[in-house]
């Protein structure tokens, strides 16, 4: 069964304050994996899609990259407006074209 | 263009009664996908249509779940004889073309079963 973990459940830095978010993964093959940034009482909204190990991307201060096990949102210098509930999700290449998601890293980031 | 809309944001019903939910997807986008989140937790795939074939329904987590589209556009998720554990945010994507897999998630419809 595809599974995705992701860890920690809840982090706050201060403004300005670098680190990562991990989402570990099982999967029968994998045709992608995203990340979502979602705001409270709104809708997930798309940042990244990964393909393959070794893959990176990067969009403002965020940067996801991705290994065969598991993937890294790098947030460098955040700001308060950075602060939302980080989604993780895979697709597998075969079966439904569902997504598999994680429950998410709650981050917030304090002035 | 406008994005996927889901009415209504809001509803709350007593357990027992029957609910409709519905999505407009993004025009033009052939997949379909519903979500269910509840609170502090992950999203869960529902059910998903693609064009005219039949849907995926291996998310639904009983029968009492239902879910229409018409071609291309509207969707609608029904759930009979609520119960409090269907109290969640019920999410709708879409994707514009059949080899895209990013999916365009609307801002859901928060149901409440009393």
């Known amino acids: 069964e595809d599974q995705v973990t992701q860890s920690p459940e809840a982090l706050r830095l201060q403004e300005g304050e670098s680190s990562s978010l991990n989402c570990s993964y099982t999967?029968?093959?994998?045709?992608?994996l995203f990340w979502y940034r979602q705001d409270p009482g709104k809708g997930p909204e798309f940042l990244f899609t990964?393909?393959?190990a070794g893959e990176e991307k990067e969009k403002e201060r965020l940067k996801a990259t991705l290994t065969k096990k598991e993937s890294f949102l790098h947030i460098t210098a955040p700001k308060p407006e950075d602060s939302a509930t980080y989604l993780c999700?895979?697709?597998?290449?075969?079966?439904?074209?569902?997504?598999?998601f994680g429950q998410g890293t709650r981050l917030t980031i304090n002035p | 263009g406008a994005g996927v809309s889901q009415s209504p944001s809001n509803k709350v019903t007593e357990k027992g009664k029957d609910v409709e939910l519905r999505c407009d997807p993004i025009?033009?986008?052939?997949?379909l996908y519903w979500y269910r989140q509840r609170l502090g937790q992950g999203l869960e795939f529902l059910i998903y249509?693609?064009?005219?074939?039949?849907?995926?329904k291996s998310g639904l987590p009983s029968d009492r779940f239902s879910a229409e589209r018409t071609g291309e556009s509207v969707s609608t998720l029904t759930i009979q004889r609520t119960q409090q554990e269907d109290s969640a945010v019920y999410l709708c994507?879409?994707?514009?073309?059949?080899?895209?897999?990013?999916?365009?998630f609307g801002p859901g419809t928060r149901l409440l079963v009393l």
């Open positions: 999700a895979v697709q597998a290449l075969v079966g439904a074209q569902k997504l598999v």
């Open positions: 249509f693609q064009g005219n074939s039949a849907p995926d």
């Open positions: 994507a879409s994707t514009p073309q059949l080899s895209s897999e990013t999916q365009y």
């Open positions: 025009s033009g986008h052939t997949a």
């Open positions: 999967v029968s093959g994998l045709r992608g």
């Open positions: 990964l393909y393959s």
